[in-house]
């Protein structure tokens, strides 16, 4: 819950799976947002709840900035939004936040997050090629699994596979849980004993598509031929077919023992010169599987997944908790909303954009983080908003943003010169980002994000100067009400209350004979509270 109060210091703190379904989904007609708040509000009123009141204009718009360009606004950007009058201003500021690059690049970072989590490769590089030319993710689903490494734009997309290429148990389910909401890890060893959607076939059949796959000569390959075999519970041996997800096999002559691979023998030594890949196979099962998973009468995976993963992303909880757990023992919280986007998702070429757009416009996503009514209502209601963990990105940005002379972007400045500047704080913030860890579903500040806070050299060399180019330098030419006001209104982006100014004014006053020292602590206090650490 959001926190109210401001105190010193803040932080050292069956082979198809089914889904319940309507008889009837909204018409396709609708934007994107209205049949959000219109499947979201009618199960609140069935369960007799009424949701928090919108969010105000300060929340709304660093929510907005946080997740659609990785940082919190400037000073100007918030200034200029809380003085509008405009009834349009938050689609203003939606459209202007999106038509810039810092969309791109943030966007860039989150799906590399979450397409590479739990590797030491990176396709961001190819993400910002494929982003900025808003390559549908269709499309770019397509590109990680045929990856074209004679093409420069396309080359880095072949990271995603290459990391995972020596693991083809690794392949296989993590390949299915990103891009199709499915963990199929238990049914290797068995058939899922709690999930009859899943038999030893649906894991052995998915493996199928990969088992061909290999590294040679730095490059990845794919060889003509191939089968996979496996043990049943009852230990006995089967050839697995090559098979999606939903049951639907690829009828090929291509499951036959590989040919002697003579090459790959010569080269098992860390260090010896890899045999040059083959030519590209007559027959790619990694091929079959984009085209049989984004057939029309098997795209429901695909397109419920991205959309699940994006609502998550932007809502805090997914429509089917956890991520890839799409399966018939495990119903979406609002089915005929998930029906409905994945179907316009598909329908519309799988547009991120349009997605992304269509939910931060929604009623839902920009209700009150706060819930003083009692008890809070289960999440998967979206009666209230989920306070988030900042990215490790989004910490690291927000933190030089908010240190930085305010007057370094100023209300002139022109759009490309103002996204020049921000990109080279975003390049001068990558260092510390490293510093932070990829928020899971039960984060907690942990030990070492505390210490380097609470002692670290580096926040006082990095966050607490009073260079003339910084935060802390102007504050030192001002009185001390003017020095706070500033101080919440770049770090917090909102005014401040009458009890901070009130409690902070009065701390400046106490400390009157160190001035500096005492703003440099208001700083420090601002940036490590739970309200700056969060995105609610």
């Not at 819950?1 to 401001?6: A, E, G, K, V, Y």
């Not at 009073?466 to 209104?489: C, I, T, W």
Request: contains cysteine; aromatic residues 8%.
């Amino acid at each position: 819950m959001r926190s109210r109060h401001l105190t010193l210091p803040l932080l050292v703190l069956g082979l198809t799976c089914s889904f319940a379904r309507s008889a009837e989904i909204a018409p396709s007609a609708l934007a994107v947002e209205q049949v959000v708040d219109r499947y979201i509000e009618s199960s609140l009123q069935e369960a007799r709840i009424t949701p928090a009141p919108p969010a105000d204009d300060a929340t709304i718009l660093r929510r907005l900035t946080l997740d659609l360009v990785g940082r919190i606004p400037t000073l100007e950007e918030t200034q200029a939004f809380l003085a509008s009058t405009s009834p349009n201003k938050r689609v203003e500021s939606i459209d202007r936040l999106m038509n810039s690059s810092g969309f791109v690049r943030h966007q860039a970072t989150e799906f590399d997050a979450m397409l590479m989590n739990g590797t030491k490769g990176s396709v961001r590089a190819y993400l910002l090629v494929a982003l900025s030319e808003n390559r549908s993710w269709d499309r770019i689903y397509r590109e990680l699994m045929l990856p074209d490494e004679n093409d420069a734009k396309l080359k880095p997309a072949g990271e995603f596979l290459r990391q995972r290429v020596r693991d083809l148990d690794k392949l296989t389910a993590e390949v299915s849980c990103l891009f199709f909401g499915v963990n199929v890890s238990c049914a290797r060893c068995h058939d899922h004993p709690l999930v009859a959607d899943w038999k030893q076939d649906h894991f052995f059949g998915m493996k199928s598509f990969f088992s061909r796959t290999y590294e040679s000569g730095g490059k990845l390959a794919e060889r003509d031929t191939g089968l996979v075999k496996f043990k049943t519970t009852k230990g006995v041996e089967r050839q697995a077919k090559m098979m999606f997800l939903t049951g639907k096999v690829v009828p090929t002559d291509t499951l036959k023992e590989n040919p002697a691979d003579t090459a790959k023998k010569k080269n098992k030594k860390e260090g010896e010169k890899k045999a040059p890949p083959p030519s590209a196979p007559k027959f790619s099962a990694r091929a079959e599987l984009v085209k049989l998973s984004l057939e029309p009468e098997q795209r429901d995976f695909f397109a419920r997944s991205i959309v699940n993963r994006v609502w998550y992303r932007l809502f805090g909880y997914g429509l089917v908790m956890p991520l890839d757990q799409m399966h018939s023992e495990n119903a979406p919280s609002h089915p005929e909303l998930l029906d409905w986007l994945a179907r316009d998702t598909a329908e519309h070429g799988y547009d991120l954009r349009r997605l992304i757009r269509g939910l931060v416009l929604s009623k839902a996503y920009a209700r009150d983080s706060r819930w003083e009514k009692g008890e809070t209502p289960r999440a998967a209601l979206f009666a209230v908003a989920r306070v988030r963990p900042l990215a490790p990105t989004q910490l690291a940005v927000s933190l030089r943003l908010a240190v930085a002379d305010p007057k370094t972007f100023p209300a002139s400045l022109k759009p490309d010169e103002f996204d020049k500047r921000m990109a080279g704080l975003e390049s001068n913030a990558s260092g510390m980002e490293r510093l932070f860890e990829q928020p899971g579903d039960d984060f907690q500040v942990g030990v070492g994000e505390a210490l380097l806070f609470s002692n670290g050299e580096r926040v006082q060399k990095e966050l607490l100067a009073d260079g003339g180019d910084r935060l802390l330098g102007r504050m030192q030419q001002l009185k001390n009400e003017e020095a706070v006001d500033l101080a919440v209104r770049t770090i917090l982006s909102r005014p401040p209350r009458a009890a901070e100014k009130k409690l902070l004014g009065d701390y400046l006053q106490q400390r009157a004979a160190k001035p500096k020292e005492a703003r440099q602590q208001i700083v420090w206090a601002l940036l490590t509270s739970a309200e700056f650490r969060f995105n609610y």
